[in-house]
């Protein structure tokens, strides 16, 4: 089937792209165009028609890629218009007469791609991450994992818990053949091995959890230290409401900020201190549960005396223009909300530790919840298949051994995935 969809933003622009994937897609082309021939690759100047009544649409511009070099491995026409809302119809429209020809499902280009071994799920999936990447460090690690990195990871682990099945599958086969002992005893400092990358590559979820969701920072401290104020300095708007009155803040209230190129989840909570007011009560317990859930705790102040020696939390002590510079600790940062003084040391420290918990160099972050899972599943298996003994219980390591091999193919799909491919796609925009 020939699918075809908008695959610019909706909405009024100067330029529309209409895609059009599958073995009918030339031909039409050549019925908008009323042309009969187009070279491959090649961007040509087109009037677009409607097929029936034969008025004209809008000039513009279009290419056809021939298959397989073609994004989704099917013969590939990208039909480029003003980009109207009328025109983007018509166009639409025309393509829908046309026998055969549909509109495309989310994520269906993608789809033909991955059924055409154009890329694999770990590269479509960062296509995902590069079209909805917000900051410098997720378009880095979505750039890299299109590239391959991820996906070369996973074959070789793949490549290997192969081999070994294969030396096993041998020794039950062909037994008469007596397989060298070393080859198969060689086989659990292999599975060691690859159980030692595997938690290597695991220890680095963190990483992940920074891309994907942002690094939180929660502010705490007393009712009316600050803490609303500074989420509005950090965010540059009025997220908070401000007011004199102590526990003003009865709810979490959050904000996302590109700090330094990494995306940071800031949330303003309750204050904390002690009341029999059921609402103020139920604000502090969501306070307590986000500092758990943070990986930065900003404790504010407004007097000195009150500061602590706990070293978990990065300290700030607000209006310094009263204090007169009573406080010289270089580990506390001085701050006046009211005259915006100080801030800039906060985002440091924010950056700072941002740059403590996450390797820019590292190129094979864990950045699906499924990859995690996986992993940890082969790792379970591998397990289980270094208390078999390879020579006298082949049959159950290759059980095991092939728990792993499904466990790691699937995050790739370089195994049957059908039952889960829609899950992967139907986050994906139409056009897509």
């Known amino acids: 089937m020939t699918i075809y969809a908008l695959s610019t933003a909706h909405g009024v622009s100067g330029l529309a792209v209409i895609r059009v994937s599958g073995h009918l897609a030339l031909t039409a082309l050549k019925t908008l165009t009323r042309k009969s021939h187009f070279e491959a690759s090649v961007m040509t100047r087109a009037d677009f028609h409607e097929p029936e009544s034969g008025r004209l649409i809008?000039?513009?511009?279009?290419?056809?890629?021939?298959?397989?070099?073609?994004?989704?491995?099917?013969?590939?026409?990208?039909?480029h218009v003003h980009g109207s809302q009328i025109v983007i119809d018509k166009i639409l429209h025309s393509l829908g007469t046309i026998q055969n020809v549909r509109m495309a499902e989310p994520g269906e280009f993608s789809k033909q791609a991955f059924l055409n071994n154009k890329m694999d799920l770990t590269a479509i999936e960062a296509m995902g991450d590069l079209i909805n990447a917000q900051t410098e460090a997720q378009?880095?690690?979505?750039?890299?994992?299109?590239?391959?990195?991820?996906?070369?990871?996973y074959l070789s682990w793949r490549?290997?818990?192969?081999e070994l099945v294969a030396y096993l599958e041998a020794n039950i086969d062909f037994a008469e053949e007596d397989i060298p002992d070393d080859i198969l005893n060689n086989i659990h400092s292999k599975i060691d091995k690859l159980?030692?990358?595997?938690?290597?590559?695991l220890s680095q979820k963190?990483?992940?959890?920074?891309?994907?969701?942002?690094?939180?920072?929660?502010?705490?401290?007393?009712?009316?230290?600050?803490?609303?104020?500074?989420?509005?300095?950090?965010?540059d708007r009025d997220i908070a409401i401000v007011s004199d009155q102590a526990g003003t803040t009865r709810d979490a209230l959050e904000c996302r900020?590109?700090?330094?190129?990494?995306?940071?989840?800031?949330?303003?909570?309750?204050?904390?201190?002690?009341?029999?007011?059921?609402?103020?009560m139920k604000g502090i317990e969501i306070t307590k549960k986000k500092i758990q859930e943070s990986q930065l705790v900003i404790e504010m102040f407004d007097d000195p005396k009150k500061i602590h020696s706990n070293n978990t939390s990065l300290k700030v002590l607000n209006k310094s223009d009263l204090h007169n510079g009573l406080n010289e600790d270089n580990e506390i940062i001085?701050?006046?909300?009211?005259?915006?003084?100080?801030?800039?040391k906060i985002i440091n420290s924010i950056s700072e530790n941002i740059q403590k918990n996450y390797d820019r160099n590292q190129n094979t972050i864990p950045t699906k919840t499924r990859y995690i899972l996986g992993i940890q599943n082969s790792i379970n298996s591998l397990e289980?298949?270094?208390?078999?003994?390879?020579?006298?219980?082949?049959?159950?390591?290759?059980?095991?051994?092939?728990?792993?091999?499904?466990?790691?193919?699937?995050?790739?799909?370089?195994?049957?995935?059908?039952?889960?491919?829609?899950?992967?796609f139907k986050d994906f925009c139409i056009g897509k």
């Open 195 to 201: 159980i030692t990358e595997m938690n290597e590559h």
């Open 139 to 153: 378009l880095e690690n979505a750039l890299s994992q299109m590239g391959g990195n991820l996906s070369k990871l």
């Open 159 to 162: 490549k290997t818990l192969i």
């Open 257 to 280: 900020l590109n700090i330094a190129g990494f995306p940071v989840l800031i949330t303003d909570t309750a204050g904390l201190r002690e009341s029999d007011n059921e609402i103020e």
């Open 206 to 235: 963190n990483q992940g959890e920074i891309l994907r969701d942002g690094y939180k920072v929660v502010i705490v401290g007393e009712p009316n230290v600050g803490k609303s104020s500074l989420l509005n300095l950090l965010a």
């Open 58 to 79: 809008d000039k513009g511009l279009c290419v056809y890629f021939a298959k397989p070099k073609s994004f989704t491995g099917e013969d590939v026409v990208e039909i």
């Open 384 to 424: 289980k298949s270094k208390n078999i003994n390879p020579i006298t219980h082949s049959e159950l390591m290759v059980e095991e051994l092939r728990y792993a091999i499904n466990e790691v193919g699937r995050i790739t799909g370089h195994v049957d995935v059908e039952d889960f491919l829609d899950v992967i």
């Open 334 to 344: 001085n701050i006046s909300v009211i005259r915006n003084e100080g801030i800039d």
